[in-house]
Every structure is written in structure tokens, then in C-alpha cells.
């Protein structure tokens, strides 16, 4: 067995696509949903799933603690839904860790560019294409290597809101499957 840790920020709707199809895998198992913010709406949806969860501050993120809790759990991948903090090196040392991210990198991305922020961009720029992207993560904001990207048609009269949810229809379809492909590539078990 695989197993899978989510980090989360905020609504975790990428992360329940993940845990819906994972649910019956016997390849991969979700062991954990991790979130530096104790009202997450993720932590709801991890429950339903009956996925354990732990909430964390920034000492514990940086420090040494997540890096343990994940070794206790002899996690093997790391999947980012939605998960707004820079990843410490010690994290990317020991853990394959992938990232999904609501935009046509290179285009998008960097810091302070996330969720809704991204889609304003799009609209402002007057873009008509946006979509998604899937990538290894490193030690900046949005520059590892890319795995996967979709796009989408954008119209002139799509609100950042339009935007975000015809982003999140390709994020909730592509995330589980290019997980579990990189899984099956890249771990040996
Ligand atoms: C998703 O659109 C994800 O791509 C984006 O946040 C949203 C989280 O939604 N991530 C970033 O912007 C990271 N830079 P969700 O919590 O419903 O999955």
C-alpha cells in the first residue's frame, strides 16, 4: 500500500476528490489530512472519510513535528490541496511532494498568487484561456517541475468566481489520477 498525506488550508474540496478516489483503492491509502487552521473545512471532509487529521502551527511546520507525525504514519507521498504555506526543505528532503495550482504555469504563480487572487489576475490581464496545473514541489512558490496541465475556455464576461469554479472541474478530475500515476511511477514498494 501507498500511503498518501493531504495538506490543507482551507476547503479541501481537491482533498475530498482525492479521499472519494481513494476510498476503496488497494494501492493507495489516504492515512492523513494535516491543516494549519483548526476551522478548515477540510477537517470536516476528512472526517466523513473517516481519514485521521492533525492541525498544526507554524513551530511545528518548520520545526521538526509534521516531519515526525508523517514518519509515524510511514507516509510515502505528500499531495498539497490547497495548502498556502512555503514547504521547509526538511519536508522536501524526505517526501515526494506534488502541488496543484489554479493556473497555466508558468503564468500565475508566486507568492501571494493563490485561489481567487490567481483568477482576479486572469480577468484583469483579460485572458481568455486559464486552466490547471499539477507539478512537483520545491523549495519555491509554483517552480517545480510540471506534471500535468488542462485548460479551459475562458468568456470575456466570466467573473474571477466563473473563473474558479471551471478551474476547480479540471482540478477535482485531474489531482487523484495524476497522483496515483505518480505514485505507481515513483515509489517502489
Ligand atoms: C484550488 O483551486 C487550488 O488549486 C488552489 O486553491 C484552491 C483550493 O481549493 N491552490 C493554490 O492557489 C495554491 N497556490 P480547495 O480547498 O477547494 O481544494
Redesign the pocket.
Known sequence: MINLAIL?S??????EAIMKYFEKSEKVHVVAVLANKPDAL?LERAKKYGVETMVFNKKQFMGGEVSGFLESKNVDIIAL??F?WLIPELLIEKFPIL????ALLPKYGGKG???IH?HRAVKEAGDLISG?TIHEVNKNY?EGRILFQESCDLDPSDRPEDI?SK??KL?HKNYPRVIEDYAFKNIKK
Open positions: 490543507a482551507g476547503s479541501g474540496s481537491n482533498a477540510v490541496a490547497g498556502l502541488n496543484i495550482h489554479p498568487l493563490y485561489g490567481v490547471m509554483d474558479a478551474v476547480l482540478e
